[in-house]
T-cell receptor, first 114, second 112 residues
Framework: DTEVTQTPKHLVMGMTNKKSLKCEQH?????MYWYKQKAKKPPELMFV???????INESVPSRFSPECPNSSLLNLHLHALQPEDSALYLC?????????????FGPGTRLTVT | GQQVMQIPQYQHVQEGEDFTTYCNSS?????IQWYKQRPGGHPVFLIQ?????EVKKQKRLTFQFGEAKKNSSLHITATQTTDVGTYFC????????????FGKGTLLTVNP
């Protein structure tokens, strides 16, 4: 199984809402990532988890809060978002960090903030 | 911080023509990865290059990593309509806080 799943596929939320994005992989990967991708732009790294511990936070605003409950799951909690946060949110995983591992991306959650 | 430049931004070709996209990094890379993203899809890993001067082939695709490990290219021979998509290079920073920095991508469209 080389699949990363993400739910929901689409999400529309108001600026006062609280919602969560979910990501799951069953490949035994020990590194998991959140990326944000705007239209016609490359994926932009937000967070990296290595062995369930947050190892990189790319100065992401606190309205985005990641969580890694176990080695297969990754959540992104959203609160008080702004319209400019509307984007495709991609989860990815790899066997490890350190550079030699390919990343497997999920299909993404398309988020619209109204 | 590390920057990875990728050109061209767009390329439109007739089916059967060749296509090349180029990446240049401001710093020496530990490795470079290439991904393809179809319209409406997500990035899919194509290949990784690690060694200076490395060349790898996958059917009609040829990937090169420069001798100084600061540049890379992807060449597609005789494009097909199935090659349509955005091709991203992603450079690895190395070190304990390793991360990939993506180039802006090249959108390839193919006229049948």
């Amino acid at each position: 199984d080389t699949e990363v799943t993400q739910t929901p596929k689409h999400l529309v939320m108001g600026m006062t809402n609280k919602k969560s994005l979910k990501c799951e992989q069953h490949m035994g990967h020990r590194a998991m990532y959140w990326y944000k991708q705007k239209a016609k732009k490359p994926p932009e790294l937000m967070f990296v988890y290595s062995y369930e511990k947050l190892s990189i936070n790319e100065s992401v605003p606190s309205r985005f809060s990641p969580e890694c409950p176990n080695s297969s799951l990754l959540n992104l909690h959203l609160h008080a978002l702004q319209p400019e946060d509307s984007a495709l949110y991609l989860c990815a995983s790899s066997r490890g960090t350190g550079g030699i591992y390919e990343q497997y991306f999920g299909p993404g959650t398309r988020l619209t903030v109204t | 911080g590390q920057q990875v430049m990728q050109i061209p931004q767009y390329q439109h070709v007739q089916e059967g023509e060749d296509f090349t996209t180029y990446c240049n990094s401001s710093t020496t890379l530990s490795n470079i990865q290439w991904y393809k993203q179809r319209p409406g899809g997500h990035p899919v890993f194509l290949i990784q290059l690690v060694k200076s001067g490395e060349v790898k082939k996958q059917k009609r695709l040829t990937f090169q990593f420069g001798e100084a490990k600061k540049n890379s290219s992807l060449h597609i021979t005789a494009t097909q309509t199935t090659d349509v998509g955005t091709y991203f290079c992603a450079g690895g920073s190395g070190g304990s806080n390793y991360k990939l920095t993506f180039g802006k991508g090249t959108l390839l469209t193919v006229n049948p």
